[in-house]
């Protein structure tokens, strides 16, 4: 292995000091025949420490593959609970797990997979409070997180704390990865230097995602992170990749380090943690306001209206007056009271069909179709707008007020909050 | 700026995240002498996709790169386009 670099201070030496028993000497056979990897380059990746930030669609190859490959202690930080709607991406989790916390089949799956392999677990929000004190004394970071805030804190908590992040995104059908923060390259604020507009990018959970996609990118995640460690080949620092499973397109772009950047430039300006939520945006819930803008787009009839409504959610206009919402709570006593509101459905017809407030007088209008079934709603009534948890609602509510319908509003928190606080028998996807 | 005859006929390359705003495509062919011209030009035929690539100044939003072969693009505006150029954009996704 003369030719492995240590690009993790101090690893090599670490490594030195361990030995492989007998039955890490049959497990990882194929990997101590090859002389790039052999009993050195094993025993490296036992001294590893890798943390996974998000045990879902990314983490779940990448912590599968990291464990399978003998790296030694594994750190994965989450705190959401498995879901259905999981099922179809993040294979650390099974049918049998819905309910469960994701950490604990997480922690189930890679110790049946790999037991040589220690796992620790951080069951909690990544925050700017406690990121620094979590992200210390690992030797790479994976992102596999789901949100800007999430990704602009990971990306500068490992700057300020001297780690590699290994970046994996996903859309639809599309990925990017990278690997930033190492000496020379670039960070994720270099190529990215703000944060898109509130809901101007929709979330896999608006938009939906091909479900093999995070298997593609979040293992090419597993590849650079397993390189860094081993000090081989050549890392995707300073390089782009953008991956298109639709086209089955995979293509490089070249990305440098930005000697301006605020937290790794020549002068940074960020040198601590900073609220990530408010730099991007994110005051509340209706933040999400326009990621349904390619939703509605998608279908086939009024995709310019969709799109046209996409646009108002991207002017980074929040949600509006208070008057444009409403809890559910308050529509319980409304409904309770015998003062029914026109109840607009404007999700697509599979959700409607998981779940929907139809013994409540709602009717299905997918935010698509909305332009073209104005019609259907009179202007002097009150008109009750929801979608799954809020964002696509909000669009509608601001499209129907520009239209002159002055009475729209919002159900906060979509029909997740109804299932939540009104009706915990309703399903939930 | 005004547009001419002679300007490089170049193709536009749209991520799945800005397709919905024009159109659901997944390029478009513009002719324009600069990358700014060209997205530009994009802006004027979509205008919800204006509004995603632009912000009030007029300047290319933070979180959308561009790349033409394969090299980012730091000053839109003065960028050159040759014949058969090729214009990539690169916005953020966050999804995991």
């Known amino acids: ?124 929000r990544l925050t700017s409070e406690n990121a620094l004190e979590v992200l ?84 090419i995640q597993a590849a650079e992170a397993v390189k860094l460690v081993l000090g081989l080949g050549r890392t995707l620092a300073g390089r782009l990749l953008l991956v298109d499973a639709l086209e089955m397109d995979f293509r490089e772009v070249e990305i440098a380090r930005d000697p301006e950047c605020p937290v790794c430039g020549d002068e940074p300006t960020v040198t601590e943690l900073i609220d990530y939520e408010a730099f991007c945006g994110m005051p509340g819930e209706e933040a999400a306001a326009g990621s349904a803008g390619a939703v509605g787009a998608d279908a086939a009839s009024g ?51 998981i779940c929907n407030l139809e013994e409540e007088g709602a009717r299905l209008v997918p935010l698509s179709q909305l332009p073209g079934r104005l019609d259907e709603l009179d202007e002097d009534r009150e008109i009750v707008v929801y979608c799954h948890t809020g964002s696509r609602s909000a669009l509608a509510v601001r499209y129907l007020r520009q239209e002159g319908f002055g009475r729209a509003r919002n159900l906060m928190g979509g029909i997740a909050a109804w299932a939540e606080e009104i009706d915990p028998d309703m399903p939930t996807y | 700026m005004e547009e001419t005859a002679a300007a490089p006929r170049v193709t536009v390359k749209l991520p799945a995240s ?19 011209e060209a997205l530009r030009r994009l802006a004027e035929r979509h205008a919800a996709l204006g509004t995603h ?4 100044a007029g300047r290319v939003r933070g979180h959308v790169n561009v790349f033409v072969g394969g090299r980012r693009v730091d000053d839109p505006a003065s960028e050159a386009l040759g014949e058969g150029d090729e214009v990539r954009l690169v916005p953020s996704i966050a999804g995991g």
Not at chain 1, 53 to 69: D, E, F, K, N, T
Not at chain 1, 176 to 201: D, L, N, T
Request: charged fraction near 25%; include cysteine; proline fraction near 6%.
């Open chain 1, 303 to 353: 995709a310019e209206a969709g799109a046209a409504i996409g646009g108002a959610g991207a002017s980074g206009d929040g949600a509006g007056e208070t008057s444009d919402r409403i809890t559910v709570w308050q529509l319980r006593e409304k409904l309770d009271d015998g003062e029914a509101p026109d109840l607009v459905d404007v999700r697509e017809p599979f959700e409607w069909r």
């Open chain 2, 53 to 56: 690539l632009f912000d009030d």
């Open chain 1, 136 to 219: 210390d004394g690992w030797d790479v970071v994976v992102d596999g997180s789901d949100n800007f805030p999430t990704r602009y804190l990971v990306n500068d908590a490992c700057v300020l704390l001297g780690i590699p992040n290994v970046w994996g995104a996903i859309f639809r059908f599309e990925g990017q990865a990278s690997v930033f923060g190492v000496p020379g390259g670039p960070c994720y604020r270099c190529i990215f230097r703000e944060p898109p507009p509130p809901g101007a990018v929709p979330s896999c959970a608006e938009a939906g995602v091909l479900g093999i996609l995070p298997g593609l990118v979040g293992t």
């Open chain 2, 18 to 36: 800005l397709r919905p705003h024009a159109e659901g495509r997944q390029e478009a062919r513009v002719e324009a002498s600069s990358v700014g």
């Open chain 1, 1 to 124: 292995m003369a030719d492995a670099e240590e690009r993790i201070p101090g690893l090599f030496g670490r490594a030195a000091g361990l030995e492989l028993g007998t039955d890490e000497l049959r497990r990882y056979g194929r990997h101590l025949s090859m002389p790039e990897v052999g009993e050195e380059g094993q025993k490296r990746l036992k001294a590893a420490r890798v943390l996974l930030v998000g045990a879902g669609g990314l983490g779940s190859p990448a912590a599968m593959y990291l464990g399978a490959a003998g790296v030694g202690t594994l750190g994965l930080v989450d705190f959401d609970e498995v879901d259905f709607s999981n099922l179809h991406r993040q294979l650390l989790h099974g049918t049998a797990d819905v309910g469960r916390p994701k950490l604990d089949s997480a922690r189930e799956r890679l110790l049946d997979l790999n037991p040589e392999v220690s796992v620790e677990t951080f069951e909690t």
